[in-house]
T-cell receptor, first 113, second 114 residues
């Protein structure tokens, strides 16, 4: 069964600190992995998308890594800001008809001043 | 700018009412999805459609139906709303090509059934 597991479930950090969120998946066949940021009461917004051949991709203060061999990904947030407080969802797309999405449970990040 | 638009941000309906949630995308995407999102349960797939007039059940289709009469529009229907359908509903769309394909989400509809 396709699964995406994220850790930690929740995280509290001080403003200006760095943090790393983890994502492990068992989706097969694999097409791509993306990280989304979801503010409370809003729809998810894409941060990064990575295919099988990509190891690292950055988007401003967000850097995602992908190890396709171990089926692990991480999202590193540098110099956190209060506006980073949100849920971060790891989503894996399968390489099959309909491009099915498998969602992780998300990590709820709170950045405190 | 790409857009997935859901018809309502907030909706309050009474138990037993028939409820329509509309989703429109302007990217000519083949695939469209309806999810519900509940605390502690993450996003769960209700129905999806990979072509006009085609629909497939997701993980939790009970109590819901869908309609896709046009490529750009995917409607979620609650035939007789119940309080356990109070949730955040998210629509998404993707292209039907593998590889570096983006999935776009609507802004969400928070439905409360009283």
């Amino acid at each position: 069964k396709n699964q995406v597991e994220q850790s930690p479930q929740s995280l509290i950090i001080l403003e200006g600190k760095n943090c790393t969120l983890q994502c492990n998946y068992t989706v097969s066949p694999f097409s791509n992995l993306r990280w989304y940021k979801q503010d409370t009461g809003r729809g998810p917004v894409s941060l990064t998308i990575m295919t099988f051949s990509e190891n690292t991709k950055s988007n401003g203060r967000y850097t995602a890594t992908l190890d396709a061999d171990t089926k692990q990904s991480s999202l590193h947030i540098t110099a956190s800001q209060l506006s980073d407080s949100a849920s971060y969802i790891c989503v894996v797309m399968g390489n099959n008809a309909g491009n099915m999405l498998t969602f992780g449970g998300g990590t709820r990040l709170m950045v405190k001043p | 700018d790409v857009k997935v638009t859901q018809s309502s941000r907030y909706l309050v309906k009474r138990t037993g009412e028939k409820v329509f949630l509309e989703c429109v995308q302007d990217m000519d995407h083949e695939n469209m999805f309806w999810y519900r999102q509940d605390p502690g349960l993450g996003l769960r797939l209700i129905y999806f459609s990979y072509d006009v007039k085609m629909k497939e059940k997701g993980d939790i289709p009970e109590g819901y139906s869908v309609s896709r009469e046009k490529k750009e529009r995917f409607s979620l229907i609650l035939e007789s709303a119940s309080t356990n359908q109070t949730s955040m509903y998210l629509c998404a769309s993707t292209l039907d090509t593998p590889g570096n394909t983006e999935a776009f989400f609507g802004q969400g509809t928070r439905l409360t059934v009283v």
